[in-house]
C-alpha cells in the first residue's frame, strides 16, 4: 500500500520542491499512521498490556514509525524499476548495472543503520541513558 501511494504522489506531480515536500510529509503520515494501526490492533491481544495507553498510543507509535521513515522511501527507490518497463528477468539500475544480491545485502544493512542511528538520536535527545544488561556486560 505505502509504494503505491508513494508511486502515485512520484508519477502524478511535476517536479519541484512541492512534490518533494507532499512525498516526505507522505511519508511522514503513512509511517505514523501505520506504527499507530500495529499499535492499536495488538492492544487488544491478552498477552499485551499498557501501564499508560495514551502515552503508548502517542509517543510510541510515533518512536515506532521511525522504523517505517527509512523503511517505505527505502522498498519505493528499491522496487522504483516497476514504472520504468523493465522484465523482472532483466532488472537494472538506472545506470544499466544489474541489481545483484550484494546490492539488496548492502541496501538492507544501510536502512538498518540508518533505523538504529535515528532510533539513537531520539534516545540522546529524550536523555535516556543507555543501560545495557545481561551477563556478558556484567562487571566484576
Not at 501511494?5 to 511522514?28: C, E, H, N, P
Not at 502517542?58 to 514504472?83: C, M, N, T
Request: charged share 15%; aromatic share 20%; hydrophobic share 45%.
Amino acid at each position: 500500500v505505502s509504494n503505491g501511494i508513494l508511486r502515485y504522489v512520484d508519477r502524478s506531480y511535476a517536479k519541484g520542491w512541492r512534490k518533494q515536500l507532499l512525498f516526505w510529509f507522505t511519508v511522514l503520515f503513512l509511517s505514523y499512521f501505520t506504527a499507530f494501526m500495529e499499535t492499536l490492533t495488538i492492544s487488544s491481544f491478552p498477552y499485551y498490556s499498557f501501564e499508560d495507553r495514551t502515552t503508548a498510543y502517542v509517543w510510541g507509535s510515533a518512536f515506532y514509525g521511525i522504523y517505517f521513515i527509512v523503511s517505505f522511501p527505502g522498498f519505493y527507490y528499491f522496487d522504483s524499476h516497476i514504472d520504468e518497463g523493465i522484465s523482472s528477468k532483466n532488472e537494472h539500475r538506472p545506470g544499466g548495472r544489474p541489481v545483484t544480491l550484494l546490492d539488496t545485502f548492502t541496501t538492507a544493512c544501510g536502512h538498518g543503520l540508518m533505523i538504529l542511528t535515528l532510533l539513537d538520536f531520539v534516545r540522546l535527545h529524550l536523555g535516556i541513558p543507555l543501560v545495557i544488561g545481561g551477563v556478558a556486560f556484567a562487571t566484576t
